[in-house]
């Protein structure tokens, strides 16, 4: 028997519409080998691993009157051309250029009819580099049953890898009369699932039908049990399609400010999201009064005994964290943020980042998709933004032998959330990918060049002539903040 959609994925197709595609997404940059890379090698390449991700090959198959959830089934017509895609910039092939390619692609939903990904290869960067752009539904990607499939293609050394060779043939495909049997079976034995299926049903009709009258609602946004978030102009309606920022900064520059400051490169990157989020909006001649906050969600891994050691799924959790952007002082600023998270840290189910770093392949893109599960799954809770922090491998990845030399993850955008930050710390550097809807952030570059500055007013924090210069009187912390302190890295 076929394995049935759980519910908890149903949700992610019933909220998902034109305006909210619910699809992760990783955009890599390479360096070819002396021997180069194409087109054809990527499709090689893929077709090899992809044995190890068999869900990458099937497609949902919806049952007969809704009587029950979708089923995973192999796609019979299955082909990997069309999953794996050719793409080229135009001279000069600028960075700049390879972004408004990628909002362009994340724009687009993925069709249900096929297996739920697609990856670009995108020739004609500058300095003959190339980059691949991979999508993957948030259904797809669950941490047990299936992995991103971006975890499977890289290698830890250039050496080619000898091919898997699996003769794959599709099983046979379920019969519309064995869907319904399977569904009313299962309804008898599991009345819950049968509830679960009438309530999903039900939020797919109001969408559809919010949408014919041509005006589309976002499910969540309409719930009363949601929590209400501070105002910001990140909060809003959305339109259909994206922009893409992307930010590289020096992983050592965190951890000299880790060590003067004390707690945790995760602190410091988080302190540096919230001076950006500040700077940013007084660009926007937006109002930062001392008193101000942003309500973000932060996905964190935690340890779970009760998971077996391979599961990644479920070892995910959601912190909620006041970001302090009526704080003018980016130290203190530091502080409250190392405090706020201080308790997850000392509930001893966090994990240490080397610990993470050193899950098999590149974790990151599985981690991230799992954090887009979790800050879904978690809306009504109430938050102005998602950011999630992936740490990543301290040397260098290879895909078929063509050296990755950056990495940078685009987190989706929930309804009535006009942007998403995904972080990826990689070989030396710490990776920020900024995710945005086009109209109502049209100066997202603006956003990243803020990302910068915060960073930098950190570190000279730290700088030799700042410790030299008489002590002043110390800032004390904002009233609606809790009490700075520091905190030791684990």
Not at 8 to 18: G, H, I, K, N, Y
Not at 169 to 188: F, G, M, Q, T
Not at 265 to 279: E, K, P, Q
Not at 341 to 363: I, M, Q, S
Request: charged share 20%; with cysteine; hydrophobic share 40%.
């Amino acid at each position: 028997m076929s394995e049935r959609l759980r519910p908890d994925d149903m949700a992610f197709l019933v909220t998902e519409s034109a305006s909210t595609p619910m699809h992760n997404a990783t955009l890599e940059i390479f360096e070819p080998p002396a021997s180069g890379f194409d087109y054809d090698r990527l499709v090689a390449l893929v077709g090899d691993r992809i044995a190890f991700v068999p869900r990458y090959r099937q497609r949902l198959r919806s049952v007969p009157g809704r009587l029950a959830n979708p089923v995973w089934a192999d796609d019979e017509d299955f082909d990997l051309t069309y999953h794996v895609r050719r793409s080229a910039l135009p001279r000069p092939g600028s960075i700049d250029q390879l972004r408004d390619l990628t909002g362009r692609i994340l724009s687009r939903r993925l069709d249900r009819h096929r297996p739920l990904w697609e990856m670009y290869f995108i020739e004609g960067l500058e300095g003959g580099r190339f980059a691949i752009l991979s999508k993957s539904h948030q259904i797809l990607v669950d941490g047990v049953a299936t992995i991103d499939l971006g975890q499977v293609i890289l290698d830890v050394d250039p050496v080619m890898r000898d091919s898997v060779h699996v003769d794959w043939h599709p099983h046979h495909v379920p019969s519309a009369s064995s869907l319904v049997r399977d569904a009313v079976r299962d309804s008898v034995r599991d009345p819950r699932q049968a509830l679960a299926t009438l309530s999903g049903n039900a939020g797919s009709v109001f969408r559809t039908a919010s949408a014919v009258g041509g005006k589309i609602v976002d499910v969540a946004g309409t719930l009363s049990s949601r929590r209400a978030v501070p105002e910001s102009p990140i909060n809003t309606t959305l339109s259909e399609q994206r922009r893409f920022m992307t930010v590289k900064t020096s992983l050592q520059d965190y951890r000299a400010v880790r060590r003067f400051h004390g707690g945790t490169v995760n602190d410091v990157i988080l302190a540096t999201v919230t001076g950006a989020m500040r700077n940013w909006l007084m660009t926007r001649a937006e109002s930062v009064h001392g008193s101000r906050s942003l309500r973000a969600l932060v996905p964190m891994s935690v340890i779970d005994s009760e998971l077996e050691p391979t599961s990644l799924g479920s070892q995910v959790s959601g912190t909620l964290l006041s970001l302090p952007i009526g704080e003018s002082s980016p130290v203190v600023r530091l502080h409250q943020v190392s405090y706020a998270l201080k308790a997850h840290k000392e509930t001893g189910r966090a994990v240490a980042a080397d610990r993470l770093a050193g899950v098999a392949g590149f974790a990151p893109t599985t981690f991230h998709a799992l954090g887009a599960r979790v800050a879904a799954a978690q809306s009504r809770r109430g938050f102005n933004l998602v950011v999630t922090n992936v740490p990543g491998p301290q040397f260098p990845l290879y895909a078929a032998g063509a050296q990755m030399t950056e990495s940078y993850p685009v987190q989706p955008l929930l309804p009535g959330h006009a942007l998403s930050i995904g972080v990826t710390s990689y070989d030396g550097h710490v990776y920020f990918g900024l995710n945005g809807d086009r109209d109502a952030l049209p100066d997202l570059e603006v956003l990243g060049q803020c990302v910068t500055e915060a960073l930098e007013e950190l570190v000279d924090s730290i700088s030799p002539s700042r410790q030299r210069a008489p002590r002043g009187r110390k800032k004390a912390p904002t009233s609606n903040s809790t009490p700075p302190t520091k905190t030791v890295n684990p």
